[in-house]
């Protein structure tokens, strides 16, 4: 559901044998498919418990993105195991948006190649694999051996981090960028201005309807941050000292 009244006073998180939990008052977070709601690392669910502190009278769902990564993880609605998962953010190397290149306008062809060259370069350097660029509609021929190169550096991430670094792609339509954010190579607002360079060049050109463009650009920041941020506090395994909902 989009909203809900808000049913809580307050939010506490607490240790149990599989994790750590979220309660709302005396009541523990469940899942869609009613499965306790238990994350692997204390600073996740600090942050979980901080998005659910933060609704007012009512509860939008849909401005919770780590609680929404937290039950896909949970019950893993679509049932994909980790290869599956793998396969498929490492798929979007053949649609890559940073390798996809226009010859036309001259204007934009330059600041593709002015603002998505130095990360192909980095990616390529990084993780010691060929990428390339292209203008064909086709896109470019990327190396079996970087696909699998990709894989296996992929696997070295749990299921939960997985899940984060599959939306973050999906998000910004970018294996390349994705990575870049992940690596802390570059940050969110730079991963999203450069998987939007084409629309941010035309509205530089022709102008934006304000609100639109405005909303559209504050969502893909947030899910683009809240994933990255998923990723890497499902990948530490160090604990952060109780400073519940005191921010």
């Known amino acids: 559901p989009p909203e809900r009244k808000r049913f809580y006073q307050n939010v506490s998180?607490?240790?149990?044998?599989?994790?750590?939990?979220?309660?709302?008052?005396?009541?523990?977070?469940?899942?869609?498919?009613?499965?306790?709601?238990?994350?692997?690392?204390?600073?996740?669910?600090?942050?979980?418990?901080?998005?659910?502190d933060s609704q007012k009278d009512t509860i939008k769902f849909y401005t919770?993105?780590?609680?929404?990564?937290?039950?896909?993880?949970?019950?893993?609605?679509?049932?994909?195991?980790?290869?599956?998962?793998?396969?498929?953010?490492?798929?979007?190397?053949?649609?890559?948006?940073?390798?996809?290149?226009?010859?036309?306008?001259?204007?934009?062809a330059e600041l593709q190649k002015?603002?998505?060259?130095?990360?192909?370069?980095?990616?390529?350097?990084?993780?010691?694999?060929?990428?390339?660029?292209?203008?064909?509609?086709?896109?470019?021929?990327?190396p079996a051996s970087t696909k699998e190169t990709f894989v296996t550096h992929l696997a070295s991430y749990n299921m939960w981090a997985l899940q984060g670094i599959e939306y973050v792609v999906t998000q910004l339509k970018s294996l390349i960028l994705s990575m870049g954010l992940i690596d802390r190579h570059i940050t969110v607002e730079?991963?999203?201005?450069?998987?939007?360079?084409?629309?941010?060049?035309?509205?530089?050109?022709?102008?934006?309807?304000?609100?639109?463009?405005?909303y559209d650009l504050?969502?893909?920041?947030?899910r683009a941050a809240a994933g990255t941020l998923f990723v890497h506090l499902c990948s530490e395994s160090s604990t952060v000292k109780h400073k519940l909902l005191q921010d």
């Open 13 to 52: 998180i607490s240790q149990g044998e599989g994790g750590f939990e979220i309660n709302l008052d005396h009541r523990k977070l469940k899942t869609p498919q009613a499965k306790l709601f238990t994350v692997p690392s204390e600073a996740l669910a600090i942050a979980v418990a901080t998005e659910w």
């Open 114 to 142: 002015n603002e998505w060259d130095p990360v192909v370069a980095w990616a390529e350097k990084r993780y010691n694999v060929e990428i390339g660029s292209s203008t064909s509609i086709l896109g470019p021929n990327i």
């Open 218 to 222: 504050c969502e893909l920041r947030a």
């Open 64 to 108: 919770m993105h780590l609680t929404t990564l937290c039950n896909t993880a949970l019950d893993n609605p679509t049932q994909r195991n980790k290869m599956q998962l793998i396969r498929a953010a490492v798929k979007f190397l053949e649609t890559d948006t940073v390798c996809y290149r226009v010859e036309e306008p001259p204007g934009l």
């Open 190 to 214: 730079k991963a999203v201005l450069l998987s939007r360079l084409e629309e941010e060049y035309q509205i530089q050109r022709w102008g934006n309807v304000e609100w639109a463009h405005d």
